[in-house]
């Protein structure tokens, strides 16, 4: 339940949930209202609706992800060096279920690509795969994530006893402590971090606090190129940057995600 809990309080707090909720509230109480009450539910009402424009202007998205990007670009080193292993943190895969005809990649699915790449580039003897099961539906036949991820790599050429799986965790927290501890079982000293870039302040954070390894950061899956490649404005650009956009939301959606991820593990102690 605590899970559950932690994966449905915060959709409260990103836009598209508080912009709704907001526009609930002016809706549910403007009937019963009327001078300054009726005034403060259309307040609520158009409150909500501007939250959601807001985070779905692209030009605010944008500003968001580059935040996040930026940081990860700045964090990773000219030259990778050589290190004991690859951990690629879940997500971005599709698991082998009907109609597929097998692993396929989705957003995100360049972490493992890149964490493939640095393998065979001989950066490290061994890849871990990393990524729980994370569904709330009864007998879900999806296995956990590192289970495809270790597939997809050895279709790719990764040897088999070159993969190791961390097939339990959940959370990147979970991630951090326990591939910890099968570092320091096997005795290692350090390792290339390789996740999504929006996503590498808050997994490094944790990383560098629960791993008890040196970590290398090796951001991937950018979004955006960098403000000085995005090209110049054009009063069509700067018109659709003010427009609504589904995709501009949920880059804004995933920013803010990572910005009270952050501040949660900080507050627990986990980064």
Request: hydrophobic share 45%; charged share 15%.
């Amino acid at each position: 339940m605590g899970f559950l809990l932690s994966k449905l309080l915060p959709l409260l707090l990103y836009p598209l949930g508080l912009g709704l909720l907001l526009q609930l509230l002016g809706l549910a109480t403007a009937p019963k209202c009327r001078g300054r009450r009726l005034q403060s539910s259309l307040w609520l009402s158009s409150s909500g609706i501007s939250l959601i424009w807001l985070f779905a202007m692209p030009v605010v998205s944008r500003q968001l992800i580059w935040g996040l990007e930026e940081q990860a670009a700045a964090l990773t080193p000219q030259t990778i060096p050589r290190v004991d292993a690859v951990v690629v943190l879940g997500g971005g895969l599709r698991p082998a279920l009907p109609p597929r005809q097998g692993v396929e990649v989705a957003e995100g699915g360049d972490r493992l690509l890149r964490g493939v790449q640095l393998v065979r580039r001989g950066l490290a003897p061994l890849l871990v795969a990393s990524g729980g099961r994370v569904s709330f539906t009864d007998n879900d036949p999806a296995p956990p994530e590192a289970i495809s991820a270790r597939d997809l790599a050895l279709e790719l050429g990764v040897h088999a006893d070159q993969i190791l799986l961390n097939p339990s965790s959940r959370t990147t927290a979970e991630e951090a402590h326990d591939i910890g501890k099968l570092g320091k079982k096997l005795g290692w000293t350090r390792v290339l971090l390789v996740t999504s870039a929006f996503h590498m302040p808050r997994s490094l954070a944790s990383f560098r606090q629960r791993s008890g390894l040196t970590v290398i950061p090796v951001p991937c899956d950018y979004q955006l190129p960098t403000r000085a490649l995005f090209g110049k404005p054009t009063a069509g650009s700067v018109l659709l940057g003010l427009m609504p956009d589904v995709q501009a939301l949920s880059l804004s959606s995933i920013a803010l995600k990572e910005h009270l991820g952050l501040a949660i593990y900080r507050l627990k102690g986990w980064s």
